[in-house]
């Protein structure tokens, strides 16, 4: 299936995760991108918006005034973002919180909370998600209903309606298991590095070790993301409920 690709005023179609990569090379060393993703122009569709390394996701389920869904990032630390030099305090919904600037296609300038940003790994993922299941919402995001009134907004997670059984998945905890290395051990060690925080060696004993339980008691969308980070780099990984 084609899926129409939009990054600023560049158009295209993709058939694969591997397509939609290479389409966004040209564009990796551009501060501000505008990038959508479209079943057909009343489907599904997915917007990121990026500034540098960090952006955030809009989900749309059709083309008719869908009030949609937008991504939160539920592991945003203030003291951390700052240090990256994209976040100034701005003004949103009456209030002065951290914000991130981001540029349209058509020059408009808007900013958001910075805890509605994700680093750009997760933008990619959610990207080729959305490509290689045809248009589904990537289930590893944390996703906000838009369509609350603004009472529920913060800390009301989204409606997953297109998951099957998401209630009792979403509330469960997973445990991330390392079932097999696969022939890309340094990328993978690097991958759980990256999950884990671990020290190298730590990170190495841990994928040369016998249980290899890379995260435990972590939610089904958290342990959904670390499994598509391993598998990105060949690795075979299982998901036990804790």
Known sequence: ??????????????????????????????????????????????????????????????????????????????????????????????????????????????????????????IMYALEYFVEHEGRRPPFVKWHDDGLEDGQKMGAPAAAEDLPDSAQKEQAEFTVVLQAIGEKKIEVIREVRALTRLGLKEAKDLVEGVARHVKERVTRNEAERIKASLEKVGAKVELKRS
Request: glycine share 10%; aromatic share 10%; charged share 20%.
């Open 1 to 122: 299936m084609l899926i129409n690709l939009e990054v600023n005023a560049y158009t295209s179609r993709v058939a694969s995760a591997a397509e939609l990569r290479q389409e966004l090379v040209p564009f990796a060393s551009q501060q501000f991108r505008e990038i959508w993703v479209r079943v057909d122009p009343e489907g599904p569709s997915l917007c990121a918006l990026m500034n540098t390394n960090v952006g955030w996701l809009m989900y749309l389920r059709h083309d008719d005034g869908d009030t949609g869904f937008s991504s939160r990032n539920p592991m945003f630390d203030e003291s951390d973002v700052m240090l990256g030099g994209l976040v100034f305090v701005g003004l949103v919904g009456g209030e002065q919180v951290p914000v991130i600037a981001y540029r349209l296609s058509n020059g408009q300038g808007d900013q958001y909370p910075a805890s509605w940003a994700l680093p750009e790994r997760d």
